[in-house]
């Protein structure tokens, strides 16, 4: 035996003896109670559940198609050959077909699916997995969350499964997707949940979860299960430069689509609850600037004037922390939140006010489909170098210039100086300062004492509230050199 042979001998003898005495202990003892262990086989699983997922067909007329004849003078050479052409090579209105995934969630024929799936559909048909079909009628849709409801008229009570609870879902769970890839008729596929609370700009109320359960095109609409053949959410879009499963995929939660498909199947649309401020990012250089640690909550940019925020004395500058006792994390937390509070509830509402706490009560009102939801986030002539800004008194002269309405007081920024800090936070010429460290100014001196004070206070950021094409945003800018 070679010296490395037993030297590595005896260290393992070592390890064995002083696991043995309870001299050492693994490093990690996962939680056995709580694992969720993984199932031989899935198959009774699927075969209990795929009876519920539906295969969706859809036929849709477009209209003419074929090239176009150029606009030809009359009596140009070859005009007759031109047209005949043209004429010949015309085709009628064609019928498109798409195929796309679903499942019941009541005996009496109510189905779920996309609204990508059945949008602008002449026809729809649910394919079940017994052969046979129903033709679908549409209760409601919401391209925001991509949801729709159908219905069909079966006669005798369909098989159905249950909305689970998304919140319950952990990441590392096992989870089995069934539907319709690529038009192959039922298939199963498994995988584990990858990630929650995905934000893939699909829409304002993005809080997808992540699975690398295998879902193709064809999936859409379909749904994807817990070990308790409950559905925990709708996969709706993939990632793949391909077109096909590179094991990213993304499923509307059941917990958003349970209370869309109550509201569908009720009134025919959703009713959100609206608050009527836009928000933007809680940034930490805007969170110093507001004295508010650590970085969290939607900045109100903006108060819709009569809206159920101003009702409330909510105001630009203040920042929601907390909305009927929920947490708002991050900005993209409060539209969700809003949405699903009861229209015509009074809640109380956490907002962070000039370095102190305050709670305000709002009657939730009802959000209209123009309406928008959030902010998503980007002598005269006194000059502040260091901010790189040249600003000037707003004169009438100035209003005209920038149609700028006479209610609208403030200081306009007329030069910006490339790569310095107002340049870096997107100021441009023609913004209007309206408050600089939450307090309002109409003079540009006014604007270059806020800064110094805030420089003397050692602030690294001071916080200005701008007016850009009659919109407000806040921006913090560095007054460090």
Do not use: C
Not at 149 to 166: A, H, Q, R
Not at 207 to 231: H, K, M
Request: hydrophobic content about 40%.
């Amino acid at each position: 035996m070679t010296e490395f042979s037993r030297l590595f001998s005896l260290a393992l003898r070592a390890g064995a003896v002083g696991l043995t005495m309870g001299l050492a202990a693994p490093a990690f003892a996962p939680d056995e109670a709580a694992a969720q262990e993984r199932p031989p086989s899935f198959a009774d699983l699927a075969e209990q559940l795929s009876p519920a997922v539906v295969n969706i067909s859809t036929r849709q007329s477009v209209g003419a198609a074929g090239p176009q004849p150029p606009n030809i003078p009359e009596g140009a050479p070859f005009e007759d050959l031109f047209r005949d052409f043209f004429e010949r090579n015309q085709r009628g209105p064609r019928s498109v077909s798409s195929l796309g995934s679903g499942f019941v969630i009541d005996p009496s024929g109510v189905i779920v699916t996309n609204n990508h799936v059945i949008e602008n559909a002449d026809e729809i048909v649910a394919n079940f997995s017994d052969g046979s079909s129903l033709p679908a009628t549409l209760l409601g849709t919401d391209p925001k969350t991509d949801i729709a409801v159908l219905k069909v008229e079966p006669t005798s009570p369909l098989i159905s499964v249950d909305l689970g609870d998304s919140d319950a879902i952990r990441v590392g769970d096992w989870v089995l997707a069934i539907g319709n890839p690529f038009g192959l008729g039922g298939s199963v596929s498994a995988g584990i949940v990858s990630a929650r609370n995905r934000d893939i700009n699909a829409g304002p109320y993005d809080d997808f979860i992540q699975t690398d359960a295998a879902i193709n095109r064809g999936n859409s609409g379909g749904p994807l299960f817990n070990l308790e053949g409950q559905v925990i959410g709708v996969n709706t879009a993939i990632i793949s430069p391909s077109g096909g499963s590179i094991g990213i995929g993304f499923s509307v939660p059941s917990n958003l689509v349970n209370n869309i498909v109550a509201q569908l199947r009720e009134y025919g649309q959703t009713r959100r609850g609206w608050l009527g401020v836009r928000i933007q990012t809680v940034t930490p250089e805007i969170a110093e600037g507001l004295d508010l640690d650590p970085a969290r909550g939607a900045l109100i940019a903006d108060v819709t004037r009569g809206g159920p925020a101003a009702e409330a004395g909510m105001e630009p500058g203040d920042v929601i922390v907390t909305f009927d006792g929920q947490d708002v994390d991050e900005m993209r937390d409060l539209p969700r939140i809003v949405a699903d509070t009861a229209v015509g509830a009074d809640v109380p509402v956490g907002v962070w006010r000039k370095g102190s706490l305050q709670t305000l009560r709002v009657e939730v009102g009802l959000l209209e489909e123009n309406e928008v939801a959030t902010l998503p986030d980007g002598a005269n002539g006194a000059p502040s170098a260091e901010l790189g800004m040249t600003l000037e008194a707003l004169t009438a002269e100035t209003r005209a210039n920038l149609g700028l309405d006479e209610d609208v007081e403030g200081v306009v920024v007329s030069a910006v100086e490339s790569d310095s800090p107002a340049a870096e936070k997107g100021v441009r010429p023609g913004d209007v300062i309206v408050e600089v460290a939450q307090t309002p100014v109409s003079q540009p001196r006014e604007v270059v004492a806020k800064i110094d004070e805030a420089r003397k206070a050692r602030r690294s950021t001071v916080l200005l509230l701008l007016q850009t094409a009659g919109e407000l945003r806040f921006v913090a800018l560095s007054l460090e050199n």
